[in-house]
């Protein structure tokens, strides 16, 4: 396309021309669309004035610019020479395959500086026999390693994400442990960017997941296919360092922190990012404080973009334009569901918005779309939260310091006495006090809500099955923390707690928007300012437009989570934290939508061309009729969804014994806890350690934890403890070393791989129900309920049945694996529901019995106890 003749219509160039004498022949941003007279002839057909600017310079919207557009802007000076900023601006839209055009005042002379791009009438679709030639004996894949065998499972499901994107389809596919799955999506997807232009996003759950991709699978895709591609990664840009705060940092770097030992940091985030790589925060190894690290992140509510000087060096930008570039770019859900509350609100999915636009997408770890959709679907404010930004703009500590006290000395000195006077006579004698007055609502609020929740009617849980009520007690992330959580709904059946909640709630928007009207007036002074350079201008505006826009945020979450109305969303608060402990103490407002479906068929499934699910865990006895209704895939034409099952390439039925005890107590009942630590002990004794012990509360975690510990270290078995370390530390220090036992809870269920003889047991404490006081649980069981269904079948025992399978998931990672599960809830054998969860599993050796018999077939099987390795007939049956 380097020689592309581009053709400027006469009725079109006295438009252009026109419209740049209208504004006094200064700089306009044009966005045209293009039709083709012949392989390599380009005519303009339509143009659209997107910006106008002064002689230097004009704002390069360019989130309206679609694939296959040209944008144009004029120089006055008649030079068309491109700045380094065109090139910047065209490099950014080239990525796009958006054309990019200077023009003089006259339109009479254009450079074409990126040729406009001729958009395909029809997609080329990708050959299933070319995809199935790539995972061949002999292929591509078995000549790149050495270790690669042919995987049925994985063909089949590379064929069909082929066929998906093929027919613009709606997939979900279940792939067993060891099927390949990442290869299986990535290989089809690869092809058919390359054929056809439009990036593929990658969006994945864990963090774990995203390394694999981006430093071990695509890189071996990359050297062994026969097409060259590209690939991405795009993190949440709060995750970059913002050159331009950098620079501000260095300068003032005691004025913008606390302490000495914040300075410190501060220094050494500057001095770190001189040589960055990629300049995310997790280049730095420990990751420094939320407050130390806000001062230099980007945002972008402070992002001069194209006007910056750092623009074309930017740390966030240029991941944005690879991503641009990229065939494939991988993104998690929070990040992608983050995009999509954006195109709610717009309507738009060619523009781009957090993610660069697309219409095709495989979310792997699918199992998750619905919490991850409920979170950014909904609202969260946090007391903590609004204390933790007005101490930013204010320090509660030294009055001298805070960004509003630096934004008005810069003020001072750059000759802009007037907005700085705004701030030191409005904001910051205002600030001090609405930040007290509303902690002082806040904190009645907590009172309040905590009172609600320990008054609530609470009822014992039976087989997990939820009680409809306030709110209760939780064991989780805060007890962890030596804390607790008490969450209470807020509805229609309390009003008096509700009707209290509005009065506190009003009063600190009131406050809200108050700051935000002075932070709008010293903006309006500064803008209006002269004397100050244009750049200058425009950061130290950033700031007091950011605090407005951010202030009226708080306003509209405030709004939203009090619009009672809306009954299809559930709201609740949390408490954090003791009375006696008032640095945690906390309270959290929440509001998310009880049902997701409806807002995925609009946001994701309809619009979008092709979506693929993929999980290890998306079926219950085979069929995926809880995510369907969960998802609103039930709702998709037969024709357009199609569900289908991988199976692991493992052999499950001589690899695993899968055992559970029959004389042991329910969980809940007297005696449970100690049962639990003893049997844990004795297995631990028989497997030599080498195990995981998974819980669903952190409390018994703790208790078990601290009753073994002495023990097990004595004998030589090391009890690690999710909470003491870093998931990774913690895993790295399993893997190695002497014996392990790590007792974990949810962030050990799922995402980890420990392969070989590090781990040959998995204990499941306890079936693992979701608490049934979280009031979403309540709001979604009593919807179903509404809707005449059967919420405990229908929706609770699914839901626990997929992280059954995921606990389950980590024993096997190999084919030499092996090794028992022990399952110490024999609800699972006394309960009608007991046999979904153990027909969701793999077929396996399995074991009943009472617990004495059970801990010597363990022993037995792993060849620990002296006696046969093989299960003595009659105590072992196929499951």
């Given at each position: ?5 581009l ?12 419209t740049i004498?209208s504004t006094s ?11 083709w007279e012949?392989?390599e ?17 004009a704002?390069a ?5 679609e694939?296959?557009?040209i944008?144009?802007?004029?120089h006055p000076?008649g030079?068309l020479?491109p ?11 080239g990525?796009r395959?958006?054309g990019f055009a ?16 001729r958009?395909?009438?029809?997609p080329?679709?990708v ?14 894949l078995?000549?790149g ?12 499901m590379?064929?069909?994400v ?8 709606v997939v979900?596919i279940?792939?067993g442990?060891?099927?390949g799955?990442?290869?299986?999506y990535l290989v089809?997807?690869?092809l ?15 963090i774990?997941l995203?390394e694999?991709?981006m430093?071990k699978?695509?890189?071996f ?13 795009i993190?949440g ?23 000495d ?7 050494n ?8 790589g990629?300049?995310s925060?997790?280049?730095l190894?420990?990751p420094?404080p939320?407050a130390?690290w806000?001062?230099v992140?980007?945002?972008?509510d402070?992002?001069?973009?194209v006007?910056?000087?750092?623009y074309?060096?930017?740390?966030f930008?240029r991941a944005k334009r ?10 998690n859900?929070?990040l992608?569901?983050?995009?999509l509350?954006v195109?709610?609100?717009t309507g738009?999915?060619e ?9 095709r997408v ?10 991850v959709?409920s ?35 810069v ?8 907005a700085?006077q705004?701030i030191?006579?409005g904001l910051l ?6 930040a007290?007055?509303?902690?002082q609502?806040l904190?009645?609020a907590?009172?309040?809500a905590?009172a ?6 609470r009822g014992p ?7 409809s009520?306030?709110?209760?007690a939780?064991?989780?992330?805060a ?16 009003r008096?707690?509700?009707q209290a909640?509005t009065?506190?709630l ?6 809200l928007?108050i700051?935000?009207?002075?932070a ?10 002269e ?6 201008r425009?950061?130290l505006?950033?700031?007091l437009?950011?605090l407005h826009?951010?202030l009226d945020?708080l306003?509209?979450q405030?709004?939203?989570f009090l619009?009672?109305?809306?009954e299809?969303?559930?709201r609740w608060v ?10 945690r103490?906390?309270?959290v407002?929440?509001?998310a939508?009880?049902?997701?479906a409806?807002d995925?068929?609009?946001l994701?499934?309809n619009?979008?061309?092709t979506?693929?699910?993929?999980s290890?865990?998306?079926s219950v006895?085979?069929g995926?009729?809880y995510l369907g209704d969960?998802l ?5 034409p037969?024709e ?6 991988q ?5 499950f ?5 899968t055992?559970v ?8 009942s007297?005696g ?5 630590a003893?049997?844990?002990l004795e297995?631990?004794r ?9 819980f ?6 703790q208790r ?6 002495a023990t ?6 090391i ?7 870093g998931?990774s ?5 399993f893997?190695?070393g002497?014996?392990h036992?790590l007792?974990g ?9 420990v392969?070989g003889?590090a781990?040959e047991?998995?204990?499941i ?5 979701r608490?049934p006081?979280?009031?979403i ?7 179903i309920e509404?809707?005449g269904?059967?919420?405990f ?6 839901q626990a049945v997929?992280k059954?399978?995921?606990g ?6 190999s084919?030499?694996d092996?090794?028992t ?5 024999r609800r ?8 979904t969860?153990?027909?969701s599993?793999p ?13 010597a077939?363990l022993?037995?099987?792993l ?5 046969p ?6 105590e072992?049956?196929a499951?």
């Amino acid at each position: 396309m380097a020689d592309v003749k581009l053709t400027i219509p006469e009725k079109i160039r006295k438009f252009l021309a026109a419209t740049i004498a209208s504004t006094s022949g200064n700089e306009v941003f044009f966005l045209a669309k293009v039709g083709w007279e012949g392989p390599e002839a380009a005519a303009i057909e339509e143009v659209d004035v997107l910006a106008r600017g002064n002689v230097h310079s004009a704002p390069a919207i360019v989130k309206r610019a679609e694939s296959w557009d040209i944008a144009i802007h004029n120089h006055p000076s008649g030079v068309l020479t491109p700045s380094d900023a065109d090139i910047a601006v065209a490099g950014e839209l080239g990525n796009r395959q958006v054309g990019f055009a200077i023009i003089d005042n006259s339109a009479e002379r254009h450079y074409l500086v990126v040729p406009p791009m001729r958009r395909r009438d029809r997609p080329e679709k990708v050959d299933p026999a070319e995809v199935e030639a790539i995972f061949a004996p002999g292929g591509p894949l078995a000549s790149g390693s050495p270790d690669y065998e042919v995987r049925p499972g994985q063909v089949a499901m590379a064929r069909e994400v082929a066929e998906a994107l093929n027919g613009e389809r709606v997939v979900a596919i279940e792939a067993g442990t060891g099927v390949g799955k990442s290869f299986a999506y990535l290989v089809p997807s690869i092809l058919w960017a390359v054929k056809n232009g439009p990036r593929v996003i990658v969006s994945t759950n864990t963090i774990h997941l995203q390394e694999q991709l981006m430093t071990k699978d695509l890189p071996f895709l990359a050297r062994v296919l026969p097409v060259q591609f590209h690939f991405a990664l795009i993190k949440g840009r709060n995750n970059y360092a913002c050159k331009r705060k950098l620079e501000e940092a260095a300068r003032a770097t005691q004025e913008l922190v606390e302490t000495d030992g914040a300075a410190g940091q501060l220094r050494n985030i500057v001095e770190w990012a001189r040589t960055a790589g990629e300049g995310s925060r997790s280049e730095l190894g420990a990751p420094p404080p939320e407050a130390v690290w806000e001062k230099v992140m980007s945002e972008t509510d402070k992002s001069l973009k194209v006007n910056c000087k750092f623009y074309s060096e930017c740390f966030f930008y240029r991941a944005k334009r690879a991503a641009y570039a990229a065939d494939i770019v991988v993104v998690n859900h929070h990040l992608f569901f983050a995009d999509l509350a954006v195109r709610r609100e717009t309507g738009n999915y060619e523009y781009d918005a957090v993610i660069p636009a697309y219409k095709r997408v495989i979310f792997d770890e699918a199992h998750h779309m619905e919490d991850v959709a409920s979170n950014f679907l909904g609202v969260r404010f946090t007391q903590q939260g609004m204390r933790n930004r007005f101490n930013r703009l204010v320090s509660s500590r030294d009055e001298k310091k805070g960004a509003l006290r630096y934004l008005a000395q810069v003020l001072h000195a750059e000759g802009a006495p007037a907005a700085a006077q705004e701030i030191e006579k409005g904001l910051l004698q205002t600030v001090p006090k609405a930040a007290q007055r509303i902690d002082q609502e806040l904190s009645a609020a907590l009172d309040q809500a905590e009172a609600e929740a320990l008054t609530a009617a609470r009822g014992p849980e039976r087989d997990g099955k939820a009680r409809s009520g306030s709110g209760g007690a939780v064991e989780g992330a805060a007890a962890e923390a030596g804390g607790r959580q008490l969450h209470v709904r807020v509805a229609a059946g309390r009003r008096a707690f509700q009707q209290a909640l509005t009065e506190r709630l009003h009063a600190v928007k009131e406050e809200l928007a108050i700051l935000c009207g002075q932070a709008g007036k010293a903006a309006r002074l500064l803008s209006g300012t002269e004397g100050l350079a244009a750049e200058r201008r425009g950061g130290l505006l950033l700031e007091l437009t950011s605090l407005h826009g951010r202030l009226d945020v708080l306003q509209s979450q405030i709004a939203t989570f009090l619009d009672f109305r809306d009954e299809k969303q559930v709201r609740w608060v949390e408490v954090q934290g003791r009375r006696d402990d008032a640095e945690r103490r906390n309270i959290v407002f929440s509001s998310a939508p009880i049902r997701v479906a409806e807002d995925l068929l609009q946001l994701v499934f309809n619009p979008l061309a092709t979506v693929v699910m993929a999980s290890a865990t998306l079926s219950v006895e085979g069929g995926v009729s809880y995510l369907g209704d969960r998802l609103g895939l039930d709702h998709l034409p037969v024709e357009r969804f199609h569900f289908s099952e991988q199976p692991s390439p493992f052999d499950f039925a001589n690899q695993v014994l899968t055992l559970v005890p029959d004389d042991f107590p329910e969980p809940g009942s007297s005696g449970y806890d100690g049962k639990v630590a003893e049997v844990v002990l004795e297995i631990l004794r028989r497997s030599r350690g080498r195990a995981f012990v998974l819980f669903t509360s952190y409390g018994l975690l703790q208790r078990t934890h601290s009753a073994l510990e002495a023990t097990l270290r004595r004998e030589g078995i090391i009890p690690l403890r999710q909470g003491e370390a870093g998931r990774s530390d913690l895993l790295n220090r399993f893997r190695s070393g002497p014996p392990h036992a790590l007792f974990g809870t949810d962030s050990f269920w799922e995402g980890v791989d420990v392969k070989g003889e590090a781990l040959e047991c998995v204990i499941i404490t306890r079936l693992p129900f979701r608490v049934p006081t979280e009031p979403i649980q309540i709001a979604r069981v009593e919807e179903i309920e509404s809707r005449g269904g059967d919420a405990f079948n229908c929706y609770s025992v699914p839901q626990a049945v997929l992280k059954f399978k995921q606990g389950f998931g980590r024993l096997i990672r190999s084919t030499t694996d092996r090794g028992t599960v022990v399952v110490l809830d024999r609800r699972i054998l006394t309960k009608r529901y007991g046999r979904t969860f153990l027909r969701s599993l793999p077929p396996t050796r399995f074991f009943k019995g009472p617990t004495a018999e059970m801990l010597a077939s363990l022993g037995a099987f792993l060849g620990t106890s002296g006696e046969p390795t093989t299960i003595p007939a009659g105590e072992s049956e196929a499951l």
